[in-house]
């Protein structure tokens, strides 16, 4: 968020002097909570490590002990614990129908006011006017979206009129390397499939 205001504040032609008392959140040492500990919230963690953050993460399936060790992260079995202790909460899940508004009002609820809800997953994982709510009341200190429903949101979404929220236009793997690797594991899938080998990257493994 301040990342966003801060670059309005330095361009604007109003600006004359910048306020010494405007203050962001530390990354370093804060709490980070994981929903969705696959290959990319592992990543995440990976990252996060970095910035001796305090990694919790919620998963339907306990990554093994050595894999925890490797990032320092911590199993959280309830997500309810997770969403209690976190100062980011990041959403890596699969759209599925049990992830479907998998945060709603009773989630944010158990979140700390000072909160940062973050997805990077699919936009219908969270109820949207739920978060619209709880930005609006102050029930989490903000958010950021990668992803919403519909994409892109309506022009007179209440979302886009928040101060205290970043939307960007579902660009996580947005990067010219990233589409290159991707289109070349299709590539390699098709090769594959046509000379009767195993799929490299098949969803659903025999």
């Not at 959140?25 to 909570?33: D, I, K, P, Q, S």
């Not at 909460?89 to 049990?98: A, D, R, S, Y």
Request: with cysteine; glycine share 6%.
């Amino acid at each position: 968020m301040y990342l966003h205001s801060g670059c309005q504040i330095a361009v604007s032609p109003d600006t004359k002097h910048f306020a010494v008392d405007w203050l962001g959140v530390e990354v370093t040492r804060a709490t980070l909570g994981i929903i969705g500990m696959g290959s990319i919230g592992y990543k995440v963690a990976q990252r996060a490590r970095a910035f001796n953050m305090r990694i919790l993460y919620h998963n339907r399936n306990r990554r093994r002990k050595d894999e925890e060790e490797a990032v320092g992260a911590h199993y959280c079995e309830k997500m309810q614990d997770l969403l209690q202790q976190s100062d980011f909460v990041m959403l890596v899940v699969n759209l599925t129908p049990e992830t479907h508004k998998l945060i709603g009002k009773k989630e944010l609820g158990l979140m700390k006011p000072t909160a940062t809800l973050i997805n990077i997953s699919r936009g219908a994982v969270i109820d949207q006017d739920a978060l619209v709510k709880a930005l609006q009341n102050k029930v989490i200190r903000a958010a950021a979206l990668d992803v919403t429903y519909p994409e892109p949101l309506p022009r007179d979404h209440p979302l886009l009129k928040l101060n205290n929220i970043i939307i960007t236009p579902h660009i996580g793997t947005a990067t010219v390397q990233a589409t290159h690797m991707m289109a070349e594991e299709a590539i390699a899938n098709i090769l594959a499939v046509l000379h009767g080998q195993p799929i490299p990257s098949e969803v659903f493994p025999k």
